[in-house]
């Protein structure tokens, strides 16, 4: 597993669709990650110290932690599947450590409310993560210049996939966005 940071959120003037970057604590590799723009704000909201009048969802569930007796450890990237990212929110309760299935978004959101570590597993950044030019802010190369992840064969069907993902994050306009570092 490696440490990720939130590095921004940042939105596709194509289709308006949000995407939390996140990096690499120690490198400059990011993982995008497509999400939901109340998730986005939800993020957005807690990184920028904005006040709300009343809570908002991932602050209930940080709520509910709590009275349950339990911590937020650590948040997981933990797969990628189909198109679809998955996340583990790792809770201390009761001297022991459950995982709780999440979807990305929330899981961040829920890290970013108790400072919690984000990790993205080696597989994960392996399929998606990218290393963007400094100058222009666009992927550096082609679509997985390699043919291999962890050690196996990445498929024709996978590659397309792959390449929808790499068209969508050159869509993205990084000049408009304020990009918070963490």
Known sequence: MIEMVVDSIRVSLMNYQRVVMLKEKTTDRYLPIWIG?????????KLQGVSVPRPMTHDLMQSIVDVLGASVN????????DDTFFAKIILNMDGGQMEVDSRPSDAIAMAV????PIYAEDI???KAGIVLDKETGK???????????AGKPVSEEEMKKMSAFYDF?????MEDFDKRKS
């Open 169 to 173: 994050i050159n869509t993205l306009d």
């Open 113 to 116: 409310r108790v400072e919690a």
């Open 74 to 81: 650590s948040v997981v990237v933990s797969d990628l599947r």
């Open 124 to 126: 994960v950044l392996e």
């Open 37 to 45: 723009a109340a998730e986005a704000d939800a993020i957005a909201v």
């Open 139 to 149: 992927p550096v190369g082609e679509p997985k210049d390699i043919d291999r992840v």
